[in-house]
């Protein structure tokens, strides 16, 4: 039986009227399912110029303020968001036949909350921070690894390695969140939570 939720659709969407909650779920549900990084998404960013850019990105921090990723300040997408502080995400789980959108205004996290994520990471990771100058062009990849090699002299002792301060997270505040199921014949399912004056509004949108 299929059975359906309040408004008509799948009971997958069950009736939340939080989406950060109904998130949760969904991303729980591809942590089961999904066989690499469930949390990988498309983060969708723009330019000066109004170019736009996508890349792929780990999800590494949810709560009711946003969703939280890290990355070089010196990167691209962090010159894109400075300059432009508006991104989109887009999560596709396939083995499940979902996708979740996002879009809203971004803020870098707190140093508090960068450093704490920073000293969770392995070593190795923490590392690679140091060394990698992120995007830009190199002469050859053996400058790259004496780059490590020279950070891990100086920073023997891992538990000892500060975040670099060209090192930290992005946190984007959702105004919009729309969760889609797929179905045969494009019949897909689509419901939408807009943000209207701090309160979340819904709507289901055609396939």
């Known amino acids: 039986m299929n059975k359906k939720n309040s408004i008509g659709l799948s009971h997958i969407f069950l009736d939340l009227e939080n989406p950060i909650d109904l998130f949760k779920i969904w991303m729980s549900e591809a942590e089961k399912n999904e066989i690499n990084d469930p949390n990988a998404l498309s983060l969708a960013t723009a330019n000066k110029d109004n170019e736009p850019s996508v890349r792929m990105v780990l999800l590494k921090g949810l709560s009711l303020k946003g969703f939280v990723f890290y ?100 946190c984007l505040n959702p105004s919009s969140i729309e969760f889609w199921l797929g179905d045969q014949y494009r019949i897909h399912e689509r419901l939408k939570y807009n943000k209207v004056s701090n309160n979340w509004k819904k709507e289901i949108l055609y396939p």
């Not at 894109?80 to 979902?98: G, T």
């Not at 000293?119 to 992120?134: F, H, K, L, T, V």
């Open 71 to 170: 990355t070089n300040l010196n990167s691209p997408k962090s010159i894109d968001l400075k300059n432009n502080p508006k991104a989109a995400m887009c999560f596709h789980w396939k083995s499940l036949q979902r996708q979740v959108r996002i879009s809203g205004n971004i803020n870098q996290v707190s140093h508090e909350e960068a450093d704490n994520y920073f000293n969770s990471r392995p070593y190795e990771s923490r590392i690679g921070a140091w060394a990698s100058d992120q995007s830009k062009a190199m002469d050859k990849r053996e400058d790259f690894l004496k780059d490590i090699e020279k950070f891990k002299k100086k920073y023997e002792n891992e538990k000892n390695l500060p975040r670099p301060k060209h090192w930290s997270g992005w």
